[in-house]
């Protein structure tokens, strides 16, 4: 009884904390010059800067899928205009 009821606390707590954590879009970073020499670098810098982020801070990343619905929800039609330019 005392495991069961350890385990059901222990689950509410942890559904409480995500329901707590912010949100986070990370957008991915483009080779906006089109260069082969530095296509490699889109995926290996955002997911250094994801892995940074989730070393130093609790959050929930919200997927790829769902800030694209959403970017294209707010009018943002342009998918050049979801990344940083110079």
Do not use: C
């Amino acid at each position: 009884m005392k495991t069961a009821a350890f385990f059901t606390l222990l689950t509410a707590t942890v559904t409480l904390h995500a329901q707590s954590l912010k949100k986070v879009m990370i957008l991915d970073f483009k080779n906006l010059d089109k260069n082969p020499d530095y296509t490699y670098l889109e995926d290996s810098i955002t997911e250094a800067v994801r892995n940074d982020l989730k070393a130093k801070f609790d959050f929930r990343e919200m997927q790829r899928g769902d800030w694209h619905k959403l970017a294209e929800k707010n009018l943002f039609l342009w998918p050049e205009d979801n990344y940083t330019r110079r």
